[in-house]
């Protein structure tokens, strides 16, 4: 029998994902949490041989979750509906066996589960596609931080004081910052940045 849990914030979906797989004659879901601090906590009290996770979850993300179960024999199959470059990435050095998106059919997530339990590692066409179409953070760790501090909602003069920078250095970061991630104004920026999953 193989053993599951399952990780989701969202009740009705928890409850729907845990019916579908009872169904399953050679399945038995032994736990179901709503938060990644939640999932850690099952997976090391019941010793599943699946732990399916959503992304994002209060507490502990699931990308969170997955990275400290890395080393647990427990495999990870991430569920979202999420088809970020930067989640997927983030996701296969957590060494998750299996990510997929939750507009798949429902057969799917089980015949997953059964050949991540054979060994095999099963993501989702659209991601993996996604992933190698897309280009790394062109970002350096300077503009980033520059980036992180505008999507903190701080100022030029701000920025410069806690950086101890000029505010036309700021400037200039900015204009890099922009012309890099090929939008007109910072909020595009935070959104694009956001959007490739590139804020860790």
């Not at 914030?9 to 736990?31: F, N, P």
């Not at 596609?129 to 999507?151: C, F, G, H, M, Q």
């Not at 003069?157 to 700021?170: C, D, N, R």
Request: one cysteine or more; charged letters at 30%.
């Amino acid at each position: 029998m193989i053993r599951i849990v399952i990780a989701e914030d969202q009740r009705m979906l928890l409850g729907a994902l845990g019916s579908l797989l009872d169904l399953e004659d050679d399945m038995e879901v032994v736990g179901k949490a709503s938060d990644g601090e939640k999932a850690i906590e099952l997976v090391c009290l019941h010793k599943p041989d699946i732990c399916i996770m959503d992304i994002e979850m209060p507490v502990k993300t699931g990308l969170e979750a997955a990275e400290e179960l890395k080393d647990h024999p427990c495999k990870v199959i991430i569920l979202t509906t999420f088809a970020r470059a930067g989640y997927f990435e983030r996701a296969i050095k957590a060494g998750v066996s299996g990510y997929l998106l939750k507009d798949s059919p429902s057969d799917e997530l089980a015949s997953t589960i059964r050949s991540v339990l054979a060994g095999k590692r099963i993501y989702a066409t659209e991601l993996v596609d996604e992933a190698y179409s897309s280009t790394d953070n062109p970002l350096t760790d300077r503009e980033k931080e520059v980036l992180e501090l505008i999507a903190d909602g701080k100022n030029t003069k701000e920025i410069a004081s806690e950086l101890y920078l000029t505010t036309g250095t700021i400037r200039n970061y900015i204009s890099i910052i922009l012309d890099k991630l090929n939008v007109s104004n910072r909020v595009e920026a935070i959104k694009r940045f956001n959007e490739k999953g590139w804020f860790k």
